[in-house]
């Protein structure tokens, strides 16, 4: 099926209403007390009919489009209000219609005030996440989530949190939604939703349009004190060391490094929801109540409607539409792609121009943006750390999207941090000695007097890097997003390292370049000209041309003249022209496609943006040969296997998925092993990338995948925590290794295989087998051994400490059978003796 030429969109995110009414009267309630009042005409409470079509329906629609996984939240009114026997049938055909089919990330969001441990017993049974709302302290939350007669919610609430927060439903506590009242003081806000130490907060701008815009005081005359109160909160969070997750923050921060957002609100996503009303009739988002009566009806429902026809309903679709489905001031704004316009609701207008506006909040998004952008993105001091929760989690073995985030963002710094090194290392400043450099600014001065430079074409040489960094610079004040898309690439710190020294020469391009000087000089142009033509802003860069091959980080390689030693490139927002010798090579964004130019082959999976990287020359520092530039079919069976294996560990590796998708951004094929052994590898200074040569089946590239993904994990971490004592020169032996290993060796392979003992549980549990179990019980036994060499080890600092135990309680305890568990001992004793003989 296709839409206005393109194929349909898949729906992927359904909230079902259980209840259409609320046992609270909250005044900002967007059901209630907005425009549409169609509640008043539903059934209170969804019927069997409903709930079986509807489980029906999303099935249907999750096989036709091979999705693997289907988000459904239970919903309301107030959901609890339909009793545990119906929230319990709704489990029960959800759980049966998806099985087989795809993953069912089942979530319930209340208000809380009736809900008690028989409910989380229930939805500990189905795994059913909840999510509470809760304004803040009592005078924020009084000032409006109250019952009917006035009393207030905020005790029952925070008394069902505390039920949640037990040790035996803390695994389903999802969060808390927060909305947003100027008049409450964000800072007591905060620190009443920290001091409840929830995964998750969300702060929510409180529903509007034009034609009801948001109450604001007087005195805030440029429309930005919504963007102030979120930085007061933004401040205080960061002070008292980000004890808990925001989605608004993580969300501005993922989509200015290109990444995707974690809400409908931001970013230019396009939209995969669907609302099933009590009645079982389809609407759109819940939030186009607020905008016009009837505005989120779609006149489908569960019982004549498929899903697909869901999705190519004309509201549906005009938000998928992304920076096109925009008003002209949107898409010329510089914060489009972070904004995305807003929430689709808060943009309308009655005066015929309906959704084709900017959003209602356009001067806070703007403002909160970019100040959020300058914390984060250009004072590197401002530094992202690791709180307890976010190691506790990493010590499991896994990582939410939103740590895994925060560990890409320190590498973003400390990647900064290494090319203001470079740039003052390797060229003469004005102080005559070398600068602390930790970002990408515009205090170092090119000096005229270069009386240490030996001949012109060292002159030249800083001339060119000069330019270049001077173009990088103004790049990084108007489109940073593109200058952190190119240093995000793994293989910049690598070309950073080997610039300054730090990284053997076979690290880098073939040949080997020793020349420190020359490699930064190459690398700066190499970066300023990429970052130009991400941001698609007109530039011209002269760049270092190496062995004949021009390169641009994160996007390819063009060949030239293998005579040719600089390259012009031109950018603009059609593409770019490389002029090198007397030969003009073009490469147009959308156009055919340069024979001479090797573009990075990106994959879009379900869910997962990968590269396959076969292109870049600093790539070669993986310990193995990598693979030479994919051929067309090559490349295709990479897609195929890692469309396998990644949905694969989506269904069977849940609690990994999220993490990969968020951080692991390249893979690099290497050559095959001659003895057909599966080879793989993670660089310590390439956060993001891992190394793999394309084995036998899909299920063995899910292994490598998580396996490796670890290692990039775990050095990160040790980036920002010490978790052992840096002097330790004890070795140590690991079980499935001949040779005994340094400390932090002993502790990346112990992390790596939690992966492999988890991938065997289950293929183990998804019908492997004898051998499944037995490689099970192999390698959790290996890893429990070495969990214990670490532990009595002697050199784990207090955050080591509690790391290695997160590791300990991590291990799964499945029993074996007594067959298996002597397999796994004959096939661990034989391991020994032929490594260690």
Request: glycine fraction near 8%; charge should be negative; proline fraction near 5%.
């Amino acid at each position: 099926m296709t839409v206005t030429g393109r194929p349909l969109l898949p729906l992927r995110q359904f909230v079902l209403k259980m209840h259409s009414r609320c046992d609270l009267a909250c005044d900002h309630c967007y059901v209630y007390e907005h425009a549409d009042q169609s509640w008043r005409g539903r059934p209170r409470v969804v019927s069997d009919k409903v709930l079986r079509a509807t489980a029906e329906r999303i099935a249907e629609h999750a096989k036709t489009h091979e999705l693997a996984a289907v988000h459904v939240v239970l919903h309301g009114g107030e959901p609890l209000l339909a009793g545990r026997t119906r929230l319990r049938r709704a489990a029960m055909e959800l759980t049966a219609a998806v099985d087989g089919v795809c993953e069912l990330d089942l979530r319930i969001h209340t208000n809380a005030v009736t809900l008690d441990e028989r409910f989380l017993d229930l939805f500990d049974e189905f795994d059913i996440k909840v999510g509470v709302s809760l304004d803040g302290d009592r005078a924020a939350n009084d000032l409006h989530r109250r019952y009917a007669d006035g009393r207030s919610s905020h005790d029952r609430v925070l008394r069902a949190v505390a039920l949640l927060s037990r040790p035996r439903y803390r695994h389903l506590f999802a969060g808390i939604l927060c909305t947003i009242d100027l008049r409450s003081d964000p800072v007591a806000v905060h620190d009443a939703l920290a001091e409840l130490a929830p995964p998750r907060v969300d702060f929510l701008l409180p529903h509007a349009t034009w034609d009801e815009p948001p109450p604001r005081p007087a005195e805030d005359v440029n429309g930005t004190a919504y963007a102030r109160w979120l930085l007061t909160v933004h401040d205080r969070w960061a002070e008292t060391g980000r004890s808990m997750d925001v989605r608004v923050f993580d969300s501005v921060l993922r989509t200015l490094r290109g990444g995707s957002s974690l809400t409908e609100s931001l970013g230019l996503a396009p939209a995969d929801l669907a609302v099933i009303e009590t009645d079982g009739t389809f609407e759109q988002a819940d939030s186009l109540k607020t905008a016009h009566d009837g505005a989120p009806a779609t006149g489908l429902d569960v019982f004549t409607h498929s899903l697909d026809e869901v999705a190519a309903h004309p509201g549906i679709v005009a938000r998928q539409q992304g920076l096109d489905g925009l008003a002209a001031q949107c898409r010329s704004c510089p914060v489009v792609r972070s904004c995305g316009g807003g929430l689709y609701a808060h943009r309308y207008r009655s005066d015929g121009s309906g959704f084709l506006n900017p959003s209602v909040y356009c001067s806070d998004l703007l403002s909160f943006i970019t100040d959020l952008r300058d914390r984060h993105m250009t004072d590197q001091s401002v530094r992202p750390a690791l709180a307890e929760h976010h190691l506790d989690e990493l010590a499991t073995g896994r990582g939410t999207d939103t740590t895994v985030d925060l560990l890409a963002g320190h590498q973003l710094a400390l990647v900064r941090e290494l090319l203001g090194h470079v740039r003052h290392e390797t060229t003469p400043t004005a102080a005559g000695g070398r600068a602390e450099g930790t970002k990408v600014t515009e205090d170092a001065k090119y000096v005229q007097d270069v009386q240490d430079v030996q001949d012109l074409q060292d002159v030249q040489d800083l001339q060119g890097v000069e330019d270049a960094w001077n173009t990088l610079t103004v790049l990084d004040g108007e489109a940073p997003e593109a200058v952190d898309g190119v240093l995000a690439h793994p293989y910049v710190r690598s070309w950073a390292l080997s610039a300054l020294g730090s990284r053997p020469p076979q690290a880098g391009p073939a040949g080997g370049d020793t020349e420190s000087a020359a490699t930064a000089t190459r690398g700066i142009a190499e970066i300023a000209a990429a970052a130009a033509v991400r941001a698609g802003r007109p530039a011209a860069v002269v760049v270092p041309v190496h062995g004949g091959l021009l390169r641009l980080p994160s996007l390819g390689t063009l060949t030239v003249g293998a005579g040719s030693e600089w390259a012009v490139v031109r950018t603009d927002a059609d593409g770019f022209t490389v002029h090198a010798d007397d030969r003009t090579y073009t490469v147009a964004r959308n156009g055919p496609e340069n024979p001479a130019w090797r573009g990075s082959r990106r994959l879009e999976l379900d869910g997962w943006s990968v590269t396959l990287e076969d292109t870049d020359p600093w790539r070669a520092c993986h310990g193995h040969p990598a693979h030479p530039r994919l051929s067309e079919g090559e490349a295709e069976a990479w897609r195929a296997d890692l469309t396998e294996a990644w949905a694969w560990i989506r269904r069977e590796l849940p609690r990994y998925a999220p993490g990969i998708a968020a951080g692991l951004r390249v893979i690099t094929p290497l050559l095959p092993s001659p003895e057909g052994a599966d080879i793989s590898s993670a660089a310590r200074d390439a956060f993001g990338a891992v190394a793999i040569a394309r084995p036998a089946t899909p299920q063995t590239l899910a292994l490598l995948l998580v396996h490796e993904f670890q290692h990039v994990k775990l050095g990160a971490v040790l980036d920002l925590v010490d978790l052992h004592d840096p002097t330790c020169d004890e070795l140590f032996y690991a079980p499935w290794r001949p040779d005994p290993r340094p400390l932090e060796g002993l502790l990346q392979g112990t992390y790596a295989h939690i992966a492999v003992v988890d991938f065997w549980l289950a293929r183990w549990r998804s019908g492997g087998g004898r051998q499944a179990e037995a490689q099970f019980s192999r390698w959790r036994d290996q890893t429990a051994e070495a969990v214990g060499t670490l532990a009595g080890s002697g050199a784990l600092t207090e955050a080591g400490e509690r790391f290695v135990a997160g590791l300990r309680a991590g291990l799964a305890g499945d029993e074996v059978s007594a067959d298996a568990l002597r397999t796994a001992r004959r096939a661990a004793e034989e391991h020994r003796r032929t490594v260690r003989p």
